[in-house]
């Protein structure tokens, strides 16, 4: 028998909803690049007639959506490799070919977007991350989450040994990128400005080619493969548990889970908002160690407070929007790119660096509610989203039906 994707029956819903949850928060905390004012220097934004609500959306950005909601996404990868296995256990067949051959088509569509659409693109991190996981696949619980830990950990030790030794390991790359960059043209003072002066592709294509060596360094210099690895890891261990389908007699630990990361990662994410927004006035090692005590207790807070609310409600419209939207997360991650692109480029209207911060996160809620609108009737007539379509036919080698 052939490998087939996922079919209906074997959806859980709650997942579905969880992706579309997280698609809010990748959506908040990518429009400010989108925009340009991620670019801007901080004269620039004290000069916005709206720069007293900026700092205040800033300082949320921080305290609620930073590492939080890419966390849930991680999550849900880990869970999502431990479905492929289990499903192919189910028809006699192995799931890691199956799986490294998905991989290596999300790397594929991960590069097109990272050279020719979007610099701060993640998919090819995941791809190449997620290469790793059936490696480990055969450890014990216990050893898959104290590995967790040491991937979570490790990166503020790192941080720690930078700061005692004044070693950067990430300075190559970022020379390396500096390098690309001025061979392009683009410099300090044109930086920020150049995507909105851009006319034509070509010109914008010269600044996505120095953008994907300062997305390489930003994966280097924030530890990103270990930070990844570790939640990866940590999904996997939900999945080979089977907990998302196991939610009624976990119904009193989810609500455990929700409090304690709540009353964990509160405090921690404003001090890690503070330490963010005023420049890391403890220093590099503290910051590390406050992204790290935050984003992991916030983020199950977040999962287990929606699998709670699920629980009660679990026929709730707000469940079939977000389903529908995290059904096409593929699709809906990378239309987002394309619509911060027509709305801020200068090949589209180039309004990038004309908002403040506060204006353009209304922007993009306004971007993703009307994401969900488009999800919610186009997996009313097809069976997956356009992306989904062509990752699925890419990756069994078959021609999938599309129409319901």
């Not at 709206?50 to 921080?62: E, I, M, T």
């Not at 911060?340 to 204006?359: K, R």
Request: proline share 3%.
């Amino acid at each position: 028998m052939n490998n087939q994707p996922t079919n209906e029956k074997q959806r859980y819903m709650i997942l579905d909803s969880l992706r579309g949850f997280a698609l809010l928060g990748i959506c908040l905390a990518n429009f400010p690049e989108f925009g340009l004012w991620t670019f801007l220097s901080s004269e620039a934004h004290a000069c916005m007639e709206s720069a007293g609500v900026d700092r205040v959306v800033r300082f949320l950005l921080y305290l609620l959506v930073d590492a939080k909601f890419y966390g849930i996404f991680s999550i849900l990868f880990g869970i999502g490799f431990s479905l492929i296995l289990s499903h192919a256990a189910e028809r006699g067949q192995r799931g890691v070919g199956l799986f490294y051959r998905r991989m290596l088509v999300l790397l594929c569509i991960g590069c097109c977007h990272l050279l020719f659409v979007w610099n701060g693109d993640i998919l090819v991190l995941y791809a190449l991350v997620g290469m790793l996981l059936p490696l480990l696949r055969r450890l014990s619980g216990h050893a898959l989450l104290w590995m967790a830990g040491v991937c979570l950990v490790v990166p503020v030790l790192i941080d720690a040994w930078q700061e005692g030794t004044g070693v950067s390991l990430s300075a190559p790359v970022y020379d390396a990128w500096w390098q690309v960059a001025a061979a392009n043209g683009i410099t300090q003072d044109n930086f920020a400005t150049w995507l909105r002066d851009s006319q034509s592709y070509p010109e914008m294509f010269s600044f996505l080619k120095q953008g994907a060596v300062e997305r390489m360094y930003e994966f280097v210099d924030g530890h990103r493969l270990l930070k990844v690895l570790g939640l990866f890891l940590i999904g996997y261990q939900i999945g080979r548990s089977r907990l998302y389908a196991r939610l009624e007699e976990l119904g009193g630990a989810l609500r455990k889970c929700c409090w304690w990361g709540l009353l964990t990662g509160l405090p921690t994410s404003v001090l890690y908002a503070m330490s963010a927004t005023q420049g890391h006035p403890w220093g590099l090692t503290v910051h590390s160690l406050l992204y790290t005590v935050s984003a992991l207790p916030m983020t199950l807070a977040y999962i287990s407070g929606c699998c709670v609310l699920y629980l009660h409600r679990p026929r709730h419209w707000t469940f079939r929007l977000l389903a529908s939207n995290g059904r096409m997360a593929l699709s809906n991650y990378i239309g987002q790119s394309l619509v911060g692109i027509a709305i801020y480029y200068g090949i589209g209207l180039g309004l990038g660096t004309a908002m403040g911060l506060a204006q353009i996160e209304l922007v993009a809620l306004g971007v993703y509610g009307l994401q969900v609108l488009l999800s919610l009737l186009w997996m009313s007539r097809f069976r997956f989203g356009p992306l989904e379509w062509l990752w699925r036919m890419l990756t069994y080698g078959q021609r999938l039906p599309l129409k319901r």
